[in-house]
């Protein structure tokens, strides 16, 4: 029976692996984009993948006003002008990833 309950285990967790493939291959409008425009709710677009960073603009090294320039907006030239080329910022938007524009 452990065997089972293992098995069923493996399967739910598969099923949320899933669930976040499909979050992050949602199709956002720039419209939907511009209406996150606050400390509220701060969407914004690098290199045409859509992130959410509400929750990241308080934990910004630089500070919360450089993040809250982007949102609503198309952040790409922004964001790679200031961290272009370096591995770990990159690797931390990952991780707010909500779509790609549509």
Known sequence: QDNVDTSAGDQSNANT?????SDSAKT???TE???ANNEQKCWTVI???VYDLTDWAAKHPGGKQNIL???GTDGTSF???K???QPQPVSTLEGYK?????
């Open 17 to 21: 692996s899933t669930q976040t493939e």
């Open 28 to 30: 956002i409008s720039m």
């Open 33 to 35: 984009v511009q209406s």
């Open 47 to 49: 290199e045409g993948s």
């Open 69 to 71: 320039k982007l949102c």
């Open 79 to 81: 964001f790679n002008g």
């Open 83 to 85: 961290h272009g080329g």
């Open 98 to 102: 909500i779509g790609t524009l549509e």
